[in-house]
């Protein structure tokens, strides 16, 4: 989903606009209302954020909260409806597709000196600057990476890919042998190519961005027609569902999509996702590199990013108490020992280390994973500019056209920058 820009704007979405707070009742701060915490997850991150508030507000006596809890595909439209209407919540789950759409609009309080990142891993605490200010906190740090179920490729009788070597060519050979050798009804890969983050990678590949560090974009018309290009690959040898499915596996929740029933090979994650995907598969995920134009894993052009961040509304009623939950949330290991590196490993490297020896096997193997993958890693991106939020929703829609044969890449590629170019105005 992505923000409406213009809506926003339109509801007066500034700094000189109260954006008010959301949660009502009796109890809670200073004011005596909740604090509102709003995030998007699963029924586990739902019950280990529900946890940690609990042991915060028992901590603080008085305290009560008023959680939210949502799912990606309707959290953002919702959350721009509540700024827009004035009822933001006070703790805000924030992507860095959106820091800075929210932030230059002055919806989110600068946390600079009011949480403490001083043990953070370092380049993480950069993470959620915008301009002149911390516009988020990073809550952990993961990477993205490919997902597989290694019974769907014994299944097929296909082997597991060497995923330090493999190239797209190899990924879209594997993917249409396990679909070609697979039940009905099960794929080699999920429909992954109308995720941005993917085509960030392949970007990456290229030897660009998708936007650049001053905002402006970094692909061109010809550049998004040959993604296009091997997407359509990939569907054209069956790598990837028909049309129809991937619509219908895009919109699901993480446990109803195709991983998560067993019925993929392959997806396309961040890494702190393998412990909800597990659970709900109830098999043994794995966690692979995505391949390379080279066959090299070191020119991936991988990157740590946060998995998401903890923004503060501007216009909270109780903005110390929301700023100290945060500040607790990143560094207190009561927290640490709740959560887990279920929102990625701890950006605190102390927070971190405490954890290790509690993590059960998939998180062990979520740590591993990100330890194998730094020698390889590369600069983080530069944040989406202020509507570059607009891209996801604009990629899946000319993709999913070009799925359906609605339209040729070219088409396709041409409306993607046009629509991209007129958002980020």
Known sequence: MTISRRALLAAGMTTSVGLGLAGCGSGGGADGRPLAVTWWGNDVR??????????????????????QPGEWSSYWNRLATQVAGGDAPDVIQMDEAYLSEYASRGALLDLAGKVDTSRFLAGTAESGAVQDITAGVSIGVNALAFVVNPAVFEDAGVELPDDTTWTWEEFRATAAEVSAKSPDGS?????????????????????????????????DAGL??????????FREEGAIP????????????????????????????????LTALTRASGAPLQLVRWPSTTGRAADRQAWYKSASLWSVSARSRQPELAAEFVDWWVNDPACTRIVLNERGAPANTDRAADIEAELDETGAAVAAFLAQNEADLGAAPPLPPPGGASADATLTRVATDVLFERSSTSQAAAAFVAEVDAALT
């Open 46 to 67: 739902n019950s280990l954020t529900t946890e940690a508030i609990d042991t915060f507000a028992a901590s603080r006596p008085g305290t009560t909260f008023a959680p």
């Open 187 to 219: 794929v080699g890969a999920a429909g992954m190519f109308t995720n941005p983050k993917l085509m960030q990678v392949w970007l990456r590949q290229q030897g660009t961005e998708l936007f650049l560090t001053d905002g402006r974009p970094g692909y």
């Open 242 to 273: 028909e049309p129809s499915v991937l619509v219908e596996d895009a919109a699901a929740a993480l446990d109803q999509s195709l991983m998560a029933q067993g019925r993929a090979a392959i997806g396309f994650y961040g890494s702190n996702q």
């Open 224 to 233: 998004v027609d040959e993604y296009l290009q091997l997407m359509m690959s």
